[in-house]
């Protein structure tokens, strides 16, 4: 019975903890004044100091401790920023480490993973001003514009490794992941440009021969590597699942993707409905076989590279249990009990 109480006891004490942390953790707001200054010199306890005095943090001491796990405490940079966007302290700690801003600009974080409605929702919170118009240059998240009247510029004169994507779909897949300065003057086509101008020089310029040798074209490479991207997070991994779907294509099976239904639905949930997988939307991966419509995410570098660089293994079937760890399988019979075993 003792045994009993202390587990009980023990399993409240770290729910409080945990609620605890995660209110002290947040911002307690945005201040009238977002900019902050950093000056040259100014160590982290003194930053921390005028966060607090600002209200821009509830906790110096939590703030500490969060930049000292980061591992950024030494590139801290002195400079004025804008910390409209912040949303915990992380996001206050990363943005002091971008050497500052002017006030007619701001720091946009693209994050591997995010789709159009990610990013869209990002801009707003750092207050800019065009970001309603991002879908009329980019198209919207999970659109099919085959039948549609108006479909997005086409932009493909000035960005050639665009031409083998169809019309009919959005610019995403295509708007890659990395830190921007932005202009708050700037309107969505210039911001949308400055995105592919970098996707053409990290992803299309250098591994243009790789896409070439791949035997798909860069359209389906992007795709797929959306979907690697939200469905498993580690190198290999990710190299193994797409090896997986790559042959689940060649053999006419549906690749029955979660992240795909999610992102017709609009939703991101761990494991989808069976109404969910009746959805008849293009993006919808258990309903229909091969690629989806187009790209469901904007992925990262690596994801890229896992699509055009698959590791060639026997398996059939994946899932991933609540810890992140991915599950294989040559069989149904296999995979069915490492469903039972993983996901209960």
């Not at 966060?51 to 801290?76: E, H, N, P, V």
């Not at 949308?192 to 101008?197: D, E, N, P, S, T």
């Not at 250098?206 to 040798?213: F, G, K, T």
């Not at 590597?225 to 190198?235: H, L, N, P, Q, W």
Request: net charge neutral; with cysteine.
């Amino acid at each position: 019975m003792r045994t009993a109480l202390k587990i009980i006891a023990s399993f409240l004490a770290v729910v409080a903890v945990l609620a605890w942390t995660g209110v002290w953790l947040s911002l307690p707001g945005r201040p009238s004044d977002p900019t902050f200054a950093v000056a040259t010199g100014e160590n982290p306890d003194r930053i921390a100091q005028r966060l607090y005095d600002r209200g821009f943090i509830r906790s110096r001491t939590l703030f500490r401790l969060t930049l000292s796990a980061s591992g950024l405490a030494t590139k801290l940079q002195p400079g004025s920023y804008d910390l409209t966007g912040a949303s915990d302290y992380l996001d206050v700690i990363r943005t002091l480490t971008t050497g500052g801003v002017a006030a007619n600009e701001f720091v946009l974080l693209i994050k591997e993973g995010w789709n159009l409605g990610d990013i869209q929702r990002r801009l707003q919170a750092l207050g800019y001003a065009d970001a309603g118009r991002l879908f009329e240059v980019a198209g919207e998240p999970a659109a099919d514009y085959r039948q549609a009247a108006q479909k997005p510029p086409d932009l493909s004169a000035d960005f050639p490794f665009l031409k083998d994507k169809p019309d009919y779909v959005s610019l995403e897949g295509y708007l890659f992941p990395d830190t921007y300065r932005v202009f708050r003057a700037d309107k969505s086509e210039a911001l949308v440009r400055r995105l592919l101008v970098n996707f053409d020089k990290k992803v299309a310029g250098p591994l243009a021969s790789d896409v070439e040798s791949s035997g798909h074209t860069l359209f389906e490479i992007v795709t797929m590597a959306s979907i690697v991207e939200r469905e498993v997070r580690g190198d290999d991994d990710r190299a193994i699942v797409a090896d997986i779907f790559w042959r689940r294509i060649q053999a006419g099976m549906p690749l029955q993707a979660d992240s795909t239904v999610n992102y017709a639905t609009g939703r991101s949930d761990p494991s989808v409905s069976i109404a969910d997988t009746e959805l008849d939307s293009r993006y919808n991966t258990y309903k229909y076989p091969d690629l989806p419509l187009g790209p469901i995410c904007n992925p990262g570098l690596s994801a890229i590279k896992a699509a055009l660089h698959p590791q060639a293994n026997s398996y059939w079937y994946f899932l991933t249990d609540a810890k992140g760890k991915v599950h294989y399988a040559k069989t149904l019979e296999e995979h069915n009990r490492n469903k039972a075993k993983y996901l209960r």
